[in-house]
């Protein structure tokens, strides 16, 4: 069968929804004629045609973006020259430009939509492009999404409740090296985005007990980098900071070495969060905030890790030194956080129900 995915971005470029993208066009290319449809970026007059281990990149012309969405004239022509060649459509929302393509497609195509957020920040353009959405999920012989807490908070994919399959996010459980399972510092390694509530955990971090160092990892908002540096000259402990994209091989040592993981997200544009699951791998608990997505779905409350409000400064200091002072309780939430993560969120597994899904269709 052949296969046209259609997103903003690939890989190299980098974020939550490109991972997902590589992982199932990896996934997918062994049984089907994979091909990904995307955008440059940044602005750019050419459209690129790649390969990237084995799966073909239509990446196409950019004008760069507008509140977060790639524009692209290009785009729509090689989605219709694609259209006709391809059998079946697997689409990644939120993306404005492909939500808009739902008008000009058939029903009776075959077509997936994965369902990763809602449109949070540019409500202007949310109340939009979700007439576009729902016409697009009407036209879908399936819709998944990455957990049940985001099909009760999305409008759209309510309308939808009887097509939706949830089909979380997963890694690849590789081989951990015990030596390496004991860490003395608490960890946040993410993109610096205003959604990731790094200000909060500053603010906690300051009004907890801990002696712990925290290690901040990761690149973004200029304005949040600037606050990084100030609490770093004003905390009497120790702040590190590495304001830069690490490779994998050194987001595994960090992990490896930490003692606890904090995911501190304040709004609901913080969809799931992989990289908890990568923490939990490795055996560390999470210290994660109740979103009304599947961020507290991924890590337990009192199983695997902790859950506070989101933008409680107070609770998550708390919860800081709850896991700072008791090695006991750090070592049962991070073996069940382990167990969590192989029962449910091994990549083998969900790739086969995504596998067993194509095949349904």
Request: net charge positive; charged share 25%.
């Amino acid at each position: 069968m052949k296969v046209l995915q259609v997103n903003k971005y690939y890989y190299p470029d980098i974020g939550g929804v490109e991972t997902v993208v590589s992982q199932y066009a990896q996934a997918l290319k062994n049984l089907h004629k994979v091909k990904v449809l995307c955008i440059h970026k940044n602005f750019t007059f050419k459209t690129v045609k790649e390969n990237i281990d084995g799966v073909e990149i239509v990446r196409c012309s950019s004008f760069g973006t507008f509140m977060s969405m790639p524009l692209s004239v290009s785009f729509f022509y090689h989605f219709f020259k694609l259209y006709k060649s391809h059998d079946l459509f697997h689409f990644h929302e939120p993306f404005p430009l492909a939500s808009l393509l739902s008008l000009f497609i058939s029903s009776k195509r075959k077509i997936v939509v994965t369902w990763h957020s809602d449109i949070i920040k540019q409500k202007s353009l949310k109340r939009l492009v979700e007439v576009f959405q729902s016409h697009l999920c009407k036209k879908a012989s399936i819709i998944t999404t990455t957990s049940p807490n985001l099909l009760k908070f999305s409008k759209v994919l309510k309308k939808f409740e009887n097509k939706v399959s949830i089909l979380p996010l997963g890694i690849n459980l590789n081989p951990i090296d015990e030596k390496l399972s004991k860490g003395e510092y608490i960890l946040c390694l993410g993109r610096l985005s205003y959604y990731k509530g790094i200000d909060v955990l500053l603010q906690a971090y300051l009004k907890a007990k801990t002696r712990k160092e925290l290690f901040i990892v990761g690149d973004g908002d200029k304005d949040i980098v600037e606050l990084i540096t100030k609490y770093q000259n004003k905390s009497t402990r120790k702040i590190k900071f590495i304001n830069q994209f690490v490779s994998e091989e050194e987001k595994r040592n960090l992990l490896k070495k930490c003692l606890f993981f904090v995911f501190p997200s304040i709004a609901a544009s913080e969809a799931f969060g992989i990289i908890q699951l990568e923490a939990m791998s490795y055996g560390k608990p999470v210290i994660n905030t109740n979103l009304p997505t599947g961020v507290p779905f991924v890590s337990l409350d009192n199983v695997t890790g902790i859950t506070v409000e989101p933008s409680n400064i107070i609770a998550l200091a708390q919860a800081i030194d709850k896991l700072s002072f008791d090695n006991q309780l750090v070592d049962l939430m991070g073996e069940n956080a382990k167990k969590r993560v192989i029962s449910h969120f091994s990549n083998v597994k969900i790739m086969t129900k995504l596998l067993r899904i194509y095949d349904s269709l």
